[in-house]
């Protein structure tokens, strides 16, 4: 008996379907990884393109870094006040160092040529004063000094104060650095004698000489190279006895302690302590020493360089002629100057000096009125 399927034909599988179906599977499988490599590429691209991007605008490759957002500077509230504030402190320490320490002055006059340049209308030096100098020692012979000059002595140089508010602000800060001549009567003089001391003119070759003793001398003649335009002297003058047209003849005058007799290298034109002598003594010139010196508390300072213009920069030192009287004055003086704790002491000695002369000076003058009013 056969079989119910034998005779039935068996399905034979055909070769060309199997080869589509693998092959779409095949190429399914190659779109798939084709998609897969196509997306990879692109993201690595565009990672190329971003790290190149830099390179391609001129800038150096670098990794990309998360920047920190920055803080923006808080602005000062009072940050406007910052320049007048400083300017203010400028003029407070110009001041402060004006007032104590070191002091620019003006020559406003060629009453001190040619070792202080200076005329009315034209540019004059300008010279630092040591103000502290003088609180610790009196002034030497020799030394170049700024002082108030008294209120009967004549102004050298004509002084123009304007009246309009803005130019007096503008010349208070030029008088404050020194380029602007002060409102007062400051004036620069050398000091040829001091007091105790016995001046006189003239030897026989026209010098000045100078007398420890009283006008018995001895004399000692002053050699004095720095004198501008001399005063003419007639040989034949002798001191109390001028001769002819003899403008240098004066004394003998002794300086009153305290006090001191002052002259301009520039002689012919300096309104000094020999001007003033002659003017109140014209025939013997022999003078009252207070009217024609000044006292020391009038000194403001020594003048120890010449600041400005840069092309007479110097230091004013005190001449060989009077190293002698200088050395002396400081040799004595050295055991006190050399103790710092002693100071103190001396300026409240200086002061308390200073108003005994003032006292003084004021009696000196109440009598003299006095004595006037009686006659």
């Known amino acids: 008996m056969s079989h119910p399927f034998e005779g039935e034909p068996k399905p034979v599988e055909d070769s060309s379907v199997a080869d589509v179906a693998s092959s779409s599977q095949d190429d399914f499988s190659a779109s798939q990884d084709s998609s897969d490599q196509q997306s990879r590429s692109e993201s690595v691209t565009a990672g190329t393109a971003d790290d190149t991007q830099p390179a391609q605008s001129g800038q150096s490759a670098a990794p990309r870094t998360r920047e920190k957002p920055r803080r923006k500077k808080k602005k000062s509230k009072y940050g406007w006040l910052e320049v007048p504030i400083l300017g203010a402190v ?3 320490v110009a001041v402060l160092v004006k007032s104590f320490l070191i002091q620019p002055f003006y020559i406003p006059s060629e009453s001190m040529e040619k070792t202080l340049h200076g005329c009315y209308g034209c540019s004059g030096d300008r010279i630092l004063v040591n103000k502290p100098i003088y609180h610790l020692r009196d002034p030497h012979p020799g030394d170049i000094v700024v002082f108030r000059a008294p209120s009967d002595w004549e102004q050298e140089a004509p002084i123009s104060v304007p009246s309009n508010p803005v130019s007096k602000v503008f010349r208070g800060f ?5 380029f602007v001549p002060p409102d007062e009567k400051d004036i620069v003089k050398r000091v040829i004698a001091i007091g105790g001391e016995t001046v006189r003119c003239c030897d026989a070759e026209g010098r000045v000489q100078i007398s ?3 006008n018995a001398g001895p004399w000692r003649s002053l050699d004095e190279p720095y004198i501008f335009e001399p005063l003419k002297f007639v040989p034949e003058s002798k001191p109390g006895a001028p001769a002819g047209d003899d403008k240098a003849t004066f004394g003998p005058v002794t300086v009153p302690a305290g006090r001191l007799w002052v002259m301009g290298d520039h002689r012919s034109v300096s309104a ?3 001007y003033h002598c002659v003017n109140e003594s014209p025939v013997d010139r022999i003078c009252n020493a207070t009217n024609v010196t000044i006292p020391i ?3 403001i300072g020594k003048a120890v360089v010449i600041a400005w213009p840069p092309s007479r920069w110097t230091t004013l030192g005190t001449p060989d002629t009077f190293t002698h009287t200088a050395t002396t004055a ?9 103790l710092v704790a002693t100071l103190p ?4 000695r200086r002061r308390q000096k200073h108003r005994s002369q003032k006292r ?16």
């Open 90 to 92: 400028a003029i407070l």
């Open 297 to 299: 508390s009038s000194v």
């Open 212 to 214: 420890e003793h009283g």
């Open 360 to 375: 003084r000076s004021q009696q000196r003058s109440s009598q003299r009125r006095r004595q006037a009013s009686d006659d």
């Open 330 to 338: 400081l040799s004595a003086a050295a055991p006190a100057s050399g």
């Open 174 to 178: 030029g008088q404050l650095v020194g």
């Open 345 to 348: 002491l001396l300026m409240l």
């Open 272 to 274: 000094d302590s020999r």
